[in-house]
């Protein structure tokens, strides 16, 4: 199991850090392009969001590969659920259901990782 979480830490960790890197540097006209709901929020919220997720990519890996306070190592993954239901409720709004669809597998493979790492296969 241990090495399944690992797995699941890399994938969400790959995942977050790219939606993170692009939410917190690209405009956000250009950003609507490909994500229309940042059209409901402002720059500055959009940018603290790409900087959360990117911050939680990191939380995922190095705290527990680099054996420095890896409890962050789940509460990263906590915190991309908070974001993931944030999400959820954002695409419900807007009619998305297979936005929808997808950031709820993002929140159960992040809560497994949270679950995992805090329970019986913490560091």
Same mark, same amino acid.
Do not use: C
């Given at each position: 199991?241990?090495?399944?979480?690992?797995? *699941? @830490? $890399?994938?969400?960790?790959?995942?977050? &850090?790219?939606?993170?890197?692009?939410?917190?540097? @690209?405009?956000?006209?250009?950003?609507?392009?490909?994500?229309?709901?940042?059209?409901?929020?402002?720059? &500055?919220?959009? %940018?603290?969001?790409?900087?959360?997720?990117?911050?939680?990519?990191?939380?995922?890996?190095?705290?527990?590969?680099?054996?420095?306070?890896?409890?962050?190592?789940?509460?990263? $993954?906590?915190?991309?659920?908070?974001?993931?239901? &944030?999400?959820?409720?954002?695409?419900?709004?807007? %009619?998305?259901? @297979?936005?929808?669809?997808?950031?709820?597998?993002? *929140?159960?493979?992040?809560?497994?990782?949270?679950? &995992?790492?805090?329970?019986?296969?913490?560091?």
């Amino acid at each position: 199991m241990n090495v399944t979480l690992w797995i *699941l @830490q $890399a994938v969400l960790a790959a995942m977050f &850090g790219m939606a993170g890197v692009m939410k917190s540097t @690209q405009p956000k006209d250009k950003l609507a392009e490909k994500l229309p709901w940042v059209k409901d929020f402002s720059p &500055g919220v959009v %940018k603290v969001i790409g900087v959360a997720e990117l911050a939680a990519a990191l939380g995922l890996i190095l705290p527990a590969a680099l054996d420095i306070a890896p409890v962050l190592t789940p509460l990263a $993954a906590t915190g991309l659920v908070v974001i993931m239901l &944030g999400a959820i409720i954002t695409h419900a709004r807007r %009619k998305e259901p @297979q936005a929808i669809a997808f950031n709820v597998v993002l *929140l159960i493979v992040a809560a497994v990782v949270a679950w &995992g790492r805090f329970g019986p296969y913490a560091f």
